[in-house]
């Protein structure tokens, strides 16, 4: 390991609105803010929201300085890439801003059943070749349903047409409740409004590329859910692999 990324860590575990914790501990018990982030952690009643795979933090900082009446909480298990938003939320002292290090799968362990208002996953791999590891598969869903509250917002912003479609599917198949879809955020009246136009780092790259964005705003129910009887077509410039992609974009910004 660098010693660049040994530093980063090192600082991660000065902050107190980093959350790392060993999954060794939360076999043992549950988390210790588990049902009570409001109180115990943010110190208010205001409304919790997720950033699933966060990176380094773009969105959860951004909501937070334009929502100063909601608090985020930015999820990945990269400690290097939290780090940049770590430091910005340590910078600015943002209040309604916390970091946490751990699995997504992994999230039922950290919040309880009603908590969340809620959550944003953004630009994720879309794993074409996986339906399980997608953050928008039924899988997922139901981890979500277990501490989203009812009536709680899931947002998907993302490149990838696949994954796009895919997740339109399974939210016609489910009768989800949709508020906005659009496979072209940026040229959508009305659409692109300002929550929105927060660009991440990996964003602004597939715009320079002539890439669009989509968007779809729903809310799921708990009932029992089904994965939609359809596979759309693979994304061609995927198939050399994100991680190809990743290490193109690491020439752009070697941070």
């Known amino acids: 390991m660098g010693k660049n990324k040994l530093a980063k860590f090192a600082e991660l575990d000065t902050y107190e609105h980093v959350i790392q914790v060993p999954y060794g501990k939360l076999k043992e018990s549950d988390f210790s803010l588990k049902g009570i982030w409001g109180k115990q952690f943010f110190v208010n009643d205001h409304p919790i929201v997720l950033e699933l795979g966060c990176g380094k933090g773009e969105y959860t900082v951004g909501l937070a300085r334009m929502f100063p009446e909601k608090n985020f909480i930015g999820i990945d298990i990269k400690g290097a890439r939290l780090w940049k938003g770590a430091r910005e939320i340590h910078t600015e002292g943002l209040k309604n ?8 799968e992994l999230l039922p362990m950290f919040f309880a059943e009603n908590e969340i ?8 791999d879309p794993q074409m070749k996986k339906t399980k590891k997608r953050l928008t598969s039924t899988r997922f869903i139901e981890c979500y349903n277990s501490f989203l509250k009812p009536g709680g917002l899931i947002h998907l912003k993302t490149d990838s047409n696949f994954l796009f479609n895919y997740t339109s599917a399974l939210v016609k198949e489910n009768d989800f409740e949709v508020k906005a879809e659009t496979d072209d955020l940026y040229s959508s009246p009305g659409t692109a409004d300002e929550i929105l136009s927060i660009k991440t780092f990996y964003e602004q790259q597939w715009l320079s590329r ?10 799921p129910h708990k009932c029992l859910l089904k994965e939609p009887d359809v596979e759309p077509e693979f994304d061609d410039y995927r198939s050399y692999g994100r991680n190809l992609s990743s290490g193109m974009l690491k020439e752009l910004n070697p941070e």
């Open 117 to 124: 208002s809620e959550i944003w996953i953004t630009f994720p």
């Open 97 to 104: 801003a916390a970091l946490l290090r751990t699995n997504i």
């Open 210 to 219: 002539g890439m669009k964005i989509k968007y779809l705003r729903f809310i």
